[in-house]
């Protein structure tokens, strides 16, 4: 049985996401010893050509897999970088294709923005579940700062999962599940009034959250799940890697106070993706 | 009393420091102490190693069922070599989670506990 990472990298005037996805290839592809493919468009391959990065890419990835850029313009929101922010489309519309696009048999998908730091992912290749998403948001602070809408999708709504990490075996089943998740993105308005959460940005996490949902039955039910996202909010602000450490700021209860800490050896979702683009070259680093 | 009050503050923000370093360590030494195992995904706790032991000291120890983290029904063919396995995991993890846990005690501000 084949098994791969596969990444997606749609850039808009913000954010290089196929640069950022280099990164992310070559800790994964390092850390868990498997292949990483990419799925982009046509757009960004452009700009990787017109930024030279054209050969790294194709170093990096196994399988470079071009798609048509999915029609998020009206997807937009704010990226914040510590008390800053910018307005960018969030083009995550095309997730639910993984099934049809993966090259491999047993596939793990991850956001660009996470850092595969550790080889605790490698555990679940052997699992014998289909399907497996992260089930918890774990927050660098703690339980302070995660609120309600971090654990479920809405304040009457079912619990939310994490799409930021997904594995999934190629077969009848989950292709059913990912043609559900692309029914609920079709249908989103509708499934935010069955389910009651606020529909004003498409997210993955609560598509995937309600296909599960609806294929257990309408149920909540003791499942195999990946490990907890261990994550940093956009707020955080990575202020320096060196010696294999991650050193951020942490934003203390989302508030503009600030509070040092430091990462080693753990896998992060590192949501200030400006941040990770200042720390780039030390990040490689980390890959090599 | 600004100076008593700046010191305090200074004392709750090395405070906070430290209480993530500790919680990031703990879910660093959680994970290494996750197994996975002919499909089933174990945690190495004080109960599954009594178990197993237990177990091995009842002389069961081929073809041994036990239930993982989901409670789903796991098929250990050589149930020593699998008891090997978890307790060399649990000692490997707990003495670098003691090691590492000195070293952020013995930090005593913030500056120190970004260097540990």
């Given amino acids: 049985m084949s098994k791969g990472v596969i990444i ?3 850039n808009n005037r913000q954010i290089d996401y196929i640069r950022m996805s280099i990164l992310a290839a070559k800790l994964a592809n390092k850390n868990l010893q498997v292949p990483v493919s990419i799925v982009t468009d046509p757009s960004t391959i452009d700009w990787m050509k017109e930024s030279n990065i054209e ?3 194709t170093e990096t990835f196994d399988k470079i897999i071009i798609t048509q850029r999915p029609d998020d313009t009206s997807n937009v929101k704010n990226y914040n970088d510590g008390k800053y922010h910018v307005h960018a489309p ?7 294709n993984v099934w049809d ?11 660009t ?3 595969t730091l550790t080889d605790a992912l490698s555990a679940y290749w052997e699992v014998d579940s289909d399907l497996l998403i992260s089930g918890k948001y774990n927050d660098i602070q703690g339980h302070e700062r995660v609120g309600y809408l971090d654990t479920h999708i809405s304040e009457t709504g079912i619990e939310m999962l994490w799409a930021t990490t997904v594995m999934f075996t190629k077969n009848e089943t989950t292709k059913i599940f990912f043609d559900l998740v692309s029914h ?9 009034d069955i389910y009651r959460f606020n529909p004003i940005i498409f997210r993955n996490d609560i598509a995937f959250s309600i296909a599960k949902h609806i294929m257990n039955g309408h149920q909540k039910i003791n499942e195999p799940k990946l490990p907890d996202i261990f994550s940093t909010a956009d707020k955080d602000i990575l202020v320096d890697v060196s010696n294999k450490k991650l050193k951020f700021l942490v934003a203390q209860n989302n508030s503009d106070a600030y509070v040092a800490t430091t990462v080693t050896n753990k896998d992060v979702h590192v949501m200030n993706k400006f941040s990770i683009m200042r720390n780039y070259d030390n990040l ?3 890959a090599q | 009393m600004q100076e008593q009050l700046d010191k305090a503050l200074e004392f709750a923000n090395y405070r906070q420091s430290f209480a993530i370093q500790r919680k990031n360590l703990k879910e660093k030494v959680d994970a290494q102490l996750t197994y996975g195992f002919n499909g089933g995904i174990f945690k190495i706790d004080r109960s599954l190693l009594n178990f197993v032991e237990m177990l091995i000291n009842k002389s069961r120890k081929e073809n041994v069922v036990l239930l993982d983290m989901n409670d789903n029904p ?4 050589d149930l020593t070599k699998f008891s090997d396995e978890v307790f060399d995991r649990y000692f490997s993890a707990t003495f670098t989670y003691l090691e590492e846990y000195q070293k952020i005690k013995k930090a005593r501000s913030v500056e120190k506990l970004l260097e540990v």
């Fill in chain 1, 284 to 286: 490689m680093e980390l």
């Fill in chain 1, 90 to 96: 969030f083009t995550n519309g095309n997730r639910c």
């Fill in chain 2, 74 to 77: 796991i098929l250990v063919d």
């Fill in chain 1, 8 to 10: 997606f990298a749609h």
């Fill in chain 1, 184 to 192: 609920v993105k079709e249908k989103y308005k509708m499934y935010s």
């Fill in chain 1, 113 to 115: 923005d996470y850092l």
């Fill in chain 1, 101 to 111: 696009l993966t090259p491999y048999d047993r596939t793990l998908m991850i956001d």
């Fill in chain 1, 55 to 57: 050969k790294t890419v």
